[in-house]
């Protein structure tokens, strides 16, 4: 049984965790880029989805909910929007039971303990302590664990709690 979660942005992650929480797969998120552009490579994160769904039983695909920010552009908004629809049309296409997430709401309950000032920090500390043999590394090359990855654990580790 697995427990996914998703991090949709650009710079997002995918992981997923068996029902004792072991990590079993964690990635970037997809991209592609279109002259000097970036999107979602929908094809690679469908295959992606297929191939964790016929390794093991999907319990739960946690995805982070995504909304307009105060001062943020027009054409930023809808690239959020884009990429956000493109990820839920996949999971619906595929079948996969899903929920969306506020960060707050996962914040919430993963960091208890930690003082709430760099989310992303806070994410990659314990997404480091739950997985110290993970690198959350978005190439060999990386010399930072990525963000995006550390966020998509810390959604399938709620996730799991939500829907166990």
């Known amino acids: 049984m697995l427990y996914i979660g998703i991090d949709p942005g ?10 004792t929480g072991e990590l079993k797969f964690i990635t970037t998120m997809p991209t592609l880029s279109i002259g000097t552009k970036k999107e979602i490579d929908v094809p690679a994160f469908v295959l992606t989805l297929r191939s964790l769904q016929t390794k ?13 920010m105060p001062k943020q552009g027009v054409s930023s908004m809808f690239k959020i929007g884009k990429g956000y ?13 899903y929920t ?8 919430k309950i993963m960091f208890v303990g930690h003082p ?9 500390k314990i997404a480091k302590q739950l997985y110290p043999k993970c690198e ?7 010399t930072t664990m990525h963000d995006g990855m550390t966020d998509a654990c810390m959604i399938a580790n709620f996730a799991k709690l939500k829907h166990q």
């Open 136 to 142: 959350f590394k978005a190439s060999l090359r990386c």
């Open 116 to 124: 709430k000032s760099n989310t992303k920090d806070i994410s990659k």
């Open 56 to 68: 093991d039983k999907i319990r739960i695909v946690g995805i982070e909910t995504q909304h307009a």
């Open 100 to 107: 969306e997430i506020r960060a707050n709401d996962w914040q």
């Open 10 to 19: 650009l710079a997002g992650g995918i992981c997923a965790i068996d029902e």
């Open 85 to 97: 629809g493109i990820i839920i049309g996949a999971l619906a296409a595929l079948e996969l039971p």
